[in-house]
C-alpha cells in the first residue's frame, strides 16, 4: 500500500475511544427500541435487512477485540488516509461476514460487543499495532475508521428505519474529517475548497493554489451530506438540485471525484 500523500490530522485515542462508544451506544438503544418486524425490513444496502445491518454495526467494534486479541503484526501496513480508498475492496467479504453472524438475539449480541470492547481497549496503547480486513495499523487509527463506520450506518439505520438516532459530536466530525481529507488524496491540489462546516476545511484538485481572499472555486456542504456523497449513498447531481450542496466556480464540480469510499 502506497503511503499517504497528505499528512493526517492528529486524533486524540481518549477522545476518539470515547466517541466510539457513545456512538455504537446510540445505535444499540435505537436497535433495541425498533418492533420484531421492522428488524426484516429493507435498507438501501442492497438485500441487507435492518436486522443484517444491525448485525454488521457490531462488527465495528468486534474487529476491535478481534485485533487485539490477536499477536501484535510485524509492521505497519496501512496509515490512516490509505483506509478510505481500499474499502472498495472489501464488499464482497463484508457480506459473507454478516450472513454469517448470529442475530437471533441482539440485545445479547450488542451486550457483549460493548462489553468486550471496553475491556479490550481500556488502556491499549494506541501505538499497538493491529490487523485489518487492509493490512496492520496502528490502534489509534483503526479507532478513527470505526467513527466512519458507526456514523454511515448510523445513517443507513435512520434512513431505513424511520428512527431519529443521535451522533455523537465527535464521531461525526472524525467521519467528516477523515473523509474529507480521503478526497484531498484522491484529488490533490489547491484548485477546489471543499468546507463543510463546522468540522472541515479541505483544499483539493490540481490547478491554481488559492492563497488570499475568497477562493475562486468553493463547495460546501452540511456534514451528513457530505458522508451520504462522500459514501456513495446519494449522488451530486441529486444534493447540487436540492440546495444541500453549493458550488461556485468552474473547477467546483465533484461528480467525478465522487465517492471516496466504496
Not at 446510540?26 to 448485525?55: F, K, M, S, Y
Not at 450472513?99 to 468486550?116: E, F, H, I, M, Q
Not at 451528513?224 to 466556480?249: C, H, K, N, Y
Amino acid at each position: 500500500m502506497p503511503p499517504a500523500r497528505k499528512r493526517a490530522r492528529s486524533y486524540d485515542p481518549a477522545k476518539i475511544r470515547a466517541a466510539v462508544t457513545a456512538q455504537f451506544g446510540h445505535v444499540r438503544d435505537a436497535v433495541l427500541a425498533l418492533a420484531p418486524e421492522a428488524l426484516d425490513g429493507p435498507t438501501r444496502l442492497g438485500e441487507w435487512t435492518v436486522r443484517e445491518l444491525a448485525g454488521h454495526v457490531t462488527m465495528a467494534l468486534g474487529s476491535v477485540v478481534r485485533g487485539l486479541e490477536g499477536p501484535e503484526p510485524a509492521r505497519r501496513e496501512l496509515v490512516l488516509l490509505d483506509w478510505p480508498l481500499a474499502t472498495a475492496t472489501a464488499a464482497a467479504r463484508i457480506d459473507e461476514d454478516v450472513r454469517g453472524l448470529d442475530t437471533a438475539d441482539l440485545p445479547g449480541l450488542y451486550a457483549r460487543v460493548a462489553d468486550d470492547f471496553a475491556k479490550a481497549s481500556a488502556g491499549a496503547d494506541g501505538e499497538r499495532l493491529v490487523p485489518t480486513r487492509f493490512g496492520a495499523m496502528t490502534l489509534a487509527d483503526f479507532l478513527v475508521t470505526r467513527t466512519v463506520e458507526l456514523v454511515v450506518h448510523t445513517d443507513d439505520l435512520a434512513a431505513a428505519t424511520g428512527t431519529e438516532i443521535p451522533y455523537d459530536r465527535q464521531a461525526l466530525a472524525a467521519c467528516t474529517r477523515l473523509l474529507a481529507d480521503a478526497l484531498a488524496v484522491k484529488a490533490p491540489g489547491g484548485s477546489v475548497e471543499v468546507r463543510i462546516p463546522p468540522y472541515a476545511v479541505v483544499q483539493c484538485v490540481e490547478g491554481p493554489r488559492h492563497t488570499r481572499g475568497t477562493p475562486p472555486n468553493v463547495v460546501e456542504t452540511d456534514p451528513l451530506t457530505w458522508i451520504r456523497l462522500a459514501t456513495g449513498r446519494t449522488d451530486w447531481a441529486t444534493e447540487l438540485d436540492a440546495a444541500r450542496v453549493a458550488a461556485s466556480g468552474e473547477r467546483a464540480d465533484l461528480a467525478a471525484l465522487l465517492p471516496v469510499m466504496g
